[in-house]
């Protein structure tokens, strides 16, 4: 009986601290979590991603999104296809992740991965596509449920995909200028 009465009393001094909530008060949201670090290393991730392409001369990222880009990136591409008029090509008019229309050919080699924190990651990747000239690019990598994605592609030169992507969105909205 005392074993019950101790944990039963510890309790009791534990709820009249507590405030009570008024009827009709919500209960505080409890604190965010962090976001999960994926258990995959992110450069696993950049390597699956760049292996789809020898697999199959078909693959490409924009047939399964969720599997290789983020949400924020989603949204942009889904942006650019609906302001895109029927008939014609928007702004996304090829395959970022391989800077190419046509991946046939192409070869890639992971240079370097830098986890800039537990759920960010930089990927420096070399391309090729039937020429002897490399293309560098950087993919931007985030932790998405605790999977690795893709959040911005950036070029040579540190030119943002996503950025690119935003302002091409955000002139397509604007109204047409009056003469």
């Not at 993919?139 to 950036?154: E, I, S, Y």
């Amino acid at each position: 009986m005392m074993r019950l009465a101790l944990p039963a009393a510890a309790l009791l001094m534990l709820s009249a601290c507590s405030q009570p909530v008024a009827k009709g008060d919500a209960a505080p949201a409890p604190a965010a979590t962090p976001a999960a670090a994926p258990a995959q290393a992110p450069r696993a991730f950049v390597e699956d991603l760049y292996s789809q392409y020898r697999k199959d001369e078909n693959f490409s990222p924009f047939a399964n999104q969720a599997q290789w880009f983020d949400p924020e990136l989603m949204a942009a591409i889904k942006e650019d296809e609906d302001l895109t008029p029927e008939g014609e090509v928007g702004f996304v008019d090829g395959d970022p992740i391989c800077s190419c229309q046509d991946s046939s050919g192409m070869s890639a080699a992971v240079q370097g991965v830098e986890q800039t924190s537990p759920t960010t990651a930089v990927a420096t990747v070399n391309l090729w596509a039937n020429t002897p000239d490399e293309r560098p690019l950087k993919l931007n990598l985030v932790a998405v449920n605790g999977q690795w994605r893709v959040h911005d592609v950036t070029d040579s030169e540190g030119a943002s995909f996503l950025e690119a992507l935003r302002k091409a969105n955000a002139e397509a909205r604007a109204p047409a200028s009056r003469s």
